[in-house]
């Protein structure tokens, strides 16, 4: 898992009024929107800002560069197992909003069984994790908390990356005191050698479609979700007894 994906409304108080409409949804105030994607940490490993408040989490994704570097084969190299099915791509925790795709994993609406249930918590649970950095964010800076005062949109996506980056800045800085995952495990010689990815000019369409295919299947989604369900009762099934 990379971490939970959302997106966060920003208003945009002096917004031009050529353009309330566009930014506007329903009777509230124009906002633009952040898509982005943090770890448990907070971390912030993925930043989209700049489409207008109107568009849903869906339109913002099918704008979005979070799956560039997959696509170009640009991103290191995935492998895990989960209840002995090997998988080769990494997925995010999603609200139910989103699509039933290989690399998206969503919640239960109604979970039926005391395995369904733990699953929907433990997913719950994991995935106020962007929720949790978009709420870190705006603490930090009083400016991203409050509504956007500038005409120039390019300014005010200037400094919302900024924010992002001083807000990683200060995680990085902060991170071995409370973080409470093994980091080791990740700088193998395998791992480090996996890294190597094929630069973007040797990336063929077909190669490009294949892989848009494989981050949509929604067979793979199917049977890792249910993997992840069997995994879960496996570690903290025993918790209610």
């Known amino acids: 898992m990379i971490g939970s994906i959302n997106c966060m409304h920003w208003k945009w108080k002096n917004c031009p009024t050529a353009w309330k409409?566009?930014?506007?949804?329903?009777s509230g105030k124009p906002t633009i929107v952040l898509?982005?994607?943090a770890s448990q940490d907070l971390w912030i490993w993925h930043?989209?800002?700049?489409l207008p408040g109107t568009l849903n989490d869906i339109n913002v994704l099918d704008q979005s560069p979070v799956f560039d570097d997959i696509l170009h084969g640009r991103a290191p190299k995935v492998?895990?197992?989960?209840n002995n099915h090997t998988y080769r791509m990494a997925y995010y925790l999603t609200d139910g909003i989103y699509p039933n795709w290989a690399t998206f994993i969503k919640s239960i609406p109604l979970?039926?069984?005391?395995?369904?249930?733990k699953f929907a918590e433990k997913q719950e649970s994991a995935r106020k994790d962007v929720e949790r950095a978009f709420g870190v964010l705006q603490?930090?800076?009083a400016i991203v908390k409050n509504p956007a005062l500038l005409w120039d949109k390019e300014k005010i996506g200037k400094i919302m990356r900024t924010c992002v980056i001083l807000h990683n800045m200060i995680v990085e800085n902060e991170r071995d005191g409370y973080a409470q995952i093994n980091t080791s495990e990740f700088q193998s010689r395998e791992s480090s050698r996996s890294l190597r990815v094929r630069s973007r000019d040797s990336i063929h369409v077909n190669d490009m479609l294949g892989v848009r295919r494989e981050v949509r299947d929604l067979e793979k989604h199917d049977r890792l979700k249910a993997d992840l369900v069997k995994n879960i009762w496996q570690k903290f099934g025993d918790e209610d007894e």
């Open 21 to 26: 409409g566009q930014f506007t949804r329903g």
């Open 35 to 37: 898509e982005a994607v």
């Open 47 to 50: 930043a989209f800002f700049g």
């Open 79 to 82: 492998k895990f197992k989960v």
């Open 111 to 117: 979970p039926q069984g005391p395995k369904a249930e």
């Open 139 to 141: 603490s930090r800076f």
